[in-house]
């Protein structure tokens, strides 16, 4: 099938003849799937218990006539009005005890087991009919689930999901455990009932309390996702698969843990103010690929702009070309446009769409057109072709959970400080794996693996750790590593907790910083002077570990102490880096790393926001850059989209794109 593109459709558009209309106008511009239904339950189920679904059934036959396969999407984002109007205790309450309004859309309490009742009925009635249906070759269930709920049965439901994890030794519920783990003794805070345990509604509460909270709304999405999965799989002819629509980086549940249990992972890309950084999407397609370790959706993507920015800028003629062959290069199997046609009324009128109002073709039209006369040329070439990296970088929501709620220095974001790893690598065109900090290590051939950091440790992640370190590996540790135990509390022993002696060191203290420090650091004979800021550790090395980089002056306690050490581990290498180092030095360290790790990027020496992608075999090759640009190649290529055979050079046009194979 190729690389499917395609665009998302709602039902307010409802009539045959202006089906019939856009859909000739998808095939035209060579969309051959069509998203649909992910917000129609209120003409799905008009009311209680009468569902309507003979105009959906049209729609599809509609779509298979025109050659479009459909993507079918479970409407429990958006409840209907009789519904919270019969039953306001689904709708979500805030932190201060609101309840959302009817009008918007994801306002239901995920832990209510009324809704999850309601939405059983729905996706039920949905999954009967289109389950079989050889036209319909997935589903989206819900969709970007978001909303966390601070209501009086989210809170029962967190105290029983507590008791599951807090158990004595014969396995009964036991608060003592919890009062143990978490502390309680502090402030008074120890419970004598599990109907004491509050939702940390407010800031400042117990960090054991505050990852468990996360962890619980995680679990409480995944009953709410295996309700509709048991239930759409009931009725799936073989082949259809199940995905659910995520963001990026967003962190309000582990996306690890969600994609467990279904079949396939997507996104929604979106830019908002502004252009496209390449590195930066690329992390967030780089990150899907990783929650199922194997190719993904982009689900939808913007259609030249949004609605919902501060400045909901167009993207530039030529950029979403670039931004879709960003993903595809990167394993991304399908990119579709939200949305196809501007809805007349709601929130969205202003959003980017492909079609105007008037259901003729808007600019942006014909850059979906260039793309799918792309796909048609290359599409077999990377069909079911994957994407093999040799660098890894471990990511935990657990670990951003904890940071983020004890920052300790205001301007310590972790996921910037994760991407300021993640550009050293994806900036040069090194494919880049992002895994869970739990994903088994062995038989990717990863020949680096980074903690950016590994804040929260227990046995299982220090033994592939060091497995892999021990069998040859590079193991990269940043700062804050090893700090805590899977309840969230401090180890006991100094950070890196339970890979001291893998890192030959451990950290003496930590500090948080006014100013950057100076550091000096020596790479086989080359001295840079670089800087740390925003935190720094004083790093104390062990026999045999070598000190690459140490402080300069500048707090007295720093002074002249390790900054960065390297040390021999097994076969491998195990290297801390001790402080949140200037973007330079940061660069120089981290390629001296992989050059020893023997990690090679695509292409070498690529002018900035240009990026080389492997996908199988083949090389895209991706410009967001504003004006034309050059590169050499270290051979003979021919550029699969023009045909041409290049020998030392590529230009690329302004947001250019090539796909390359060896000649
Ligand atoms: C997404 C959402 C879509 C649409 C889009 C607009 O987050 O899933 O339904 O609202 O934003 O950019």
């Known amino acids: 099938m190729g690389i499917r593109l395609g665009a998302a459709w709602y039902p307010e558009h409802w009539d045959e003849v202006t089906w019939r209309q856009d859909l000739k106008l998808m095939r035209e511009a060579g969309l051959n799937v069509v998203r649909i239904a992910e917000f129609a339950w209120a003409d799905i189920e008009p009311s209680e218990g009468h569902f309507a679904l003979d105009w959906l059934e049209r729609a599809v036959s509609l779509a298979a006539e025109h050659g479009l396969d459909v993507v079918m999407g479970t409407p429990t984002a958006a409840p209907p009005a009789w519904l919270t109007q019969a039953y306001p205790e689904v709708l979500a309450v805030d932190e201060h005890g609101r309840r959302a309004q009817h009008g918007k859309r994801c306002h239901y309490d995920v832990t209510s087991s009324l809704y999850q009742k309601l939405c059983a009925r729905v996706v039920e009635e949905l999954a009967r009919r289109f389950g079989p249906d050889e036209r319909v070759i997935g589903w989206q269930i819900d969709n970007e689930y978001n909303r966390v709920s601070f209501s009086e ?40 009932s599990w109907s004491q345990i509050p939702l940390p509604a407010e800031q400042n509460h117990n960090p054991a309390l505050i990852l468990r909270f996360h962890q619980f709304v995680t679990e409480a999405y995944c009953r709410f996702q295996r309700l509709q999965l048991e239930i759409i799989r009931r009725y799936a002819r073989p082949g259809q698969w199940i995905t659910s629509n995520f963001m990026g980086f967003f962190h309000g549940f582990d996306h690890y843990r969600i994609c467990e249990e279904l079949d396939l992972a997507s996104w929604d890309h979106y830019i908002g103010t502004g252009h496209l950084d390449l590195v930066r999407a690329g992390a967030a397609h780089d990150l899907t690929r990783g929650f199922k370790r194997r190719n993904f959706w982009v689900m939808e993507t913007q259609p030249g702009c949004v609605n919902w920015a501060p400045i909901n800028n167009m993207l530039d003629r030529g950029e979403a070309r670039a931004m879709a062959w960003n993903g595809i290069g990167r394993g991304a199997d399908a990119v579709l446009y939200w949305q196809w046609r501007s809805a007349l009324n709601g929130q969205e009128q202003y959003h980017g769409t492909l079609v105007a ?6 600019p942006f039209y014909q850059e979906v057109k260039r793309l799918s006369e792309d796909l048609q040329k290359v599409g077999d070439l990377l069909d079911g072709q994957t994407i093999r990296a040799e660098v890894a970088l471990l990511h935990s929501y657990d670990d951003r959970w904890a940071i983020e709620a004890q920052r300790h220095h205001r301007d310590f974001d972790p996921l910037a400080h994760y991407l300021h790893y993640y550009r050293c690598f994806a900036g040069r065109s090194i494919m880049t794996d992002i895994i869970s900090s739990r994903a088994p290590l062995s038989d990717h051939g990863y020949k680096l693996v980074i903690g950016a950091p590994v804040h929260i440790i227990d046995e299982a992640i220090a033994a592939e750790l060091k497995r892999f370190a021990s069998e040859g590996g590079h193991l990269v540790l940043s700062i804050r590593s090893g700090f805590k135990d899977a309840h969230n509390r401090l180890h006991q022993s100094r950070p890196p907790a339970l890979l001291q002696d893998a890192a030959g060191m451990y950290v003496e203290e930590y500090y948080a910083l006014l100013e950057p420090v100076p550091l000096r650091l020596e790479l086989g004979g080359q001295a840079i002077e670089g800087q740390g800021q925003i935190w720094a550790e004083w790093l104390t090395p062990l026999e045999g570990t070598q000190v690459l980089a140490r402080y300069g002056s500048s707090n007295g306690w720093l002074d002249g102490q390790a900054a960065v050490t390297a040390h021999p581990y097994g076969a491998g290498w195990v290297y801390y880096v001790g402080a949140w180092l200037d973007e330079r030095t940061q660069a120089a360290l981290m390629g001296w790393i992989a050059e020893r790790a023997g990690v090679r990027p695509v292409l070498a020496g690529l002018p900035e926001n240009v990026a080389a992608l492997r996908r199988g075999d083949a090389i895209v090759v991706v410009s967001a850059r504003r004006e034309r640009c050059q590169l050499s190649l270290p051979g003979r290529y021919r550029d699969q989209l023009t045909g041409r055979l290049l020998e030392v050079e590529l230009e690329l046009e302004p947001y250019g794109v090539a796909v390359l194979v060896p000649a």
Do not use: H, I, M
């Open 357 to 362: 109002p008037d259901g003729t073709p808007r």
């Open 153 to 192: 049965q989210a809170r029962r439901a967190f105290q029983e999901w507590l008791q599951g994890l807090y158990v004595d030794d014969e396995g009964r519920p036991s608060l003592a455990a919890l009062n143990s783990a978490w502390t309680t003794s502090y402030w008074s805070q120890k419970y004598t």
